[in-house]
């Protein structure tokens, strides 16, 4: 069982709001092109995976209105919601940025992963109606996805039969940006802009002793601090002795090793069991990878570095007490930080 998503359920109660998606005004196609065929669309989202086949993987999001997708859930204006991933034998790009090659993408229902194809069945591909505040899901059955560059970007014309849909067919594009940035999702959100980051906690918002979650041989003590401005830390300790009720005193090294009198950091995989250190404020979110933390008997203090490079330094100064989460089949489940660490291949029904 996984902990307590207290990303969700803590700090971003309190903190500003971070934007998980970013909708993208699309173009008029350029003159002397052929005309795009169906609904015009904006970008909501887009992910790119390497698969070990040496192909690439890219699954794009798009929207007849402007979309929101909270804890996994679609919510929107009323409109049509489109998802597809294809398979690409390249992925020319710089700087970590991403475009699959162009070319005229079938649809495959076997999901051969092999170059120049969509991936079929409804986790990968289809699309999505809201109507009234409900949600209607429907699958492609056959079809294609074209990819052109042009001079405004690219553009992306869908074309498939589709199941469950008024008239059977389903057309829409896209054109402008359709980079994606290859890094592991499970820092999609922190901030790219380098800077430090400073809180000054006085407020000890949770803590929660989770027994050998990590199996270390010692307590993994979860401590959530809060400043005045509701800005705040989750501090994921692994400590030496079970059955504590105080973090002990001591300084700890930020890292992924999961050792005893260490502080997890951020990574993919711990990430994906739950876990991990990072400070919310009202820029978001910033994952840590590495520094210390030293724990008096009056608080803490934490110096470290943030996945894309910020400086990280949170003082606290109040009770450092946790309380059992009890047994583990009484443990709220936890979902994975935001964006859950890569997989082969990413669920994608909302």
């Given at each position: 069982?996984?902990?307590?998503?207290?990303?969700?359920?803590?700090?971003?109660?309190?903190?500003?709001?971070?934007?998980?998606?970013?909708?993208?005004?699309?173009?008029?196609?350029?003159?002397?092109?052929?005309?795009?065929?169906?609904?015009?669309?904006?970008?909501?989202?887009?992910?790119?995976?390497?698969?070990?086949?040496?192909?690439?993987?890219?699954?794009?999001?798009?929207?007849?209105?402007?979309?929101?997708?909270?804890?996994?859930?679609?919510?929107?204006?009323?409109?049509?919601?489109?998802?597809?991933?294809?398979?690409?034998?390249?992925?020319?790009?710089?700087?970590?940025?991403?475009?699959?090659?162009?070319?005229?993408?079938?649809?495959?229902?076997?999901?051969?992963?092999?170059?120049?194809?969509?991936?079929?069945?409804?986790?990968?591909?289809?699309?999505?109606?809201?109507?009234?505040?409900?949600?209607?899901?429907?699958?492609?059955?056959?079809?294609?996805?074209t990819v052109?560059?042009?001079?405004?970007?690219?553009?992306?014309?869908?074309?498939?039969?589709?199941?469950?849909?008024?008239?059977?067919?389903?057309?829409?594009?896209?054109?402008?940006?359709?980079?994606?940035?290859?890094?592991?999702?499970?820092?999609?959100?922190?901030?790219?802009?380098?800077?430090?980051?400073?809180?000054?906690?006085?407020?000890?918002?949770?803590?929660?002793?989770?027994?050998?979650?990590?199996?270390?041989?010692?307590?993994?003590?979860?401590?959530?601090?809060?400043?005045?401005?509701?800005?705040?830390?989750?501090?994921?300790?692994?400590?030496?002795?079970?059955?504590?009720?105080?973090?002990?005193?001591?300084?700890y090294p930020?890292?992924?090793?999961?050792?005893?009198?260490?502080?997890?950091?951020?990574?993919?995989?711990?990430?994906?069991?739950?876990?991990?250190?990072?400070?919310v404020n009202?820029?978001?979110?910033?994952?840590?990878?590495?520094?210390?933390?030293?724990?008096?008997?009056?608080?803490?203090?934490?110096?470290?570095?943030?996945?894309?490079?910020?400086?990280?330094?949170?003082?606290?100064?109040?009770?450092?007490?946790?309380?059992?989460?009890?047994?583990?089949?009484?443990?709220?489940?936890?979902?994975?930080?935001?964006?859950?660490?890569?997989?082969?291949?990413?669920?994608?029904?909302?």
């Open positions: 069982m996984k902990k307590k998503n207290f990303f969700r359920t803590g700090l971003l109660l309190m903190a500003t709001t971070v934007l998980l998606f970013t909708s993208c005004k699309t173009k008029e196609p350029e003159q002397g092109t052929t005309t795009p065929k169906g609904a015009k669309t904006l970008l909501i989202d887009a992910f790119y995976y390497a698969l070990t086949n040496n192909n690439h993987q890219f699954t794009y999001e798009f929207s007849t209105e402007p979309a929101v997708v909270e804890d996994g859930y679609l919510t929107g204006e009323d409109g049509n919601y489109y998802y597809v991933t294809l398979i690409s034998a390249t992925a020319t790009g710089s700087d970590n940025m991403y475009v699959p090659a162009e070319g005229i993408y079938k649809y495959d229902a076997t999901q051969s992963l092999d170059a120049l194809t969509v991936l079929g069945g409804e986790n990968y591909t289809g699309m999505a109606v809201i109507k009234n505040e409900a949600v209607s899901y429907f699958t492609h059955q056959s079809g294609t996805l052109t560059k042009t001079s405004k970007g690219y553009l992306l014309q869908g074309d498939f039969v589709t199941a469950g849909v008024e008239g059977g067919t389903t057309q829409f594009y896209y054109e402008g940006d359709i980079k994606v940035e290859d890094i592991p999702a499970v820092y999609a959100e922190e901030p790219r802009t380098v800077s430090s980051v400073s809180l000054s906690c006085t407020t000890l918002y949770d803590g929660t002793n989770w027994g050998d979650y990590y199996s270390s041989g010692g307590d993994n003590l979860a401590l959530i601090v809060t400043d005045p401005s509701s800005n705040g830390a989750l501090v994921d300790f692994i400590c030496t002795g079970t059955g504590l009720t105080t973090v002990p005193t001591g300084t930020i890292n992924s090793t999961l050792a005893r009198n260490t502080v997890a950091a951020t990574t993919p995989e711990i990430g994906e069991m739950g876990g991990g250190t990072y400070v009202g820029n978001g979110p910033y994952f840590l990878v590495s520094g210390s933390v030293t724990v008096t008997t009056t608080g803490f203090t934490l110096t470290g570095m943030s996945y894309f490079g910020s400086t990280i330094n949170v003082s606290y100064s109040g009770s450092l007490a946790v309380t059992s989460a009890g047994a583990p089949a009484q443990k709220p489940a936890k979902q994975v930080a935001p964006k859950s660490a890569q997989k082969p291949v990413r669920q994608l029904k909302f």
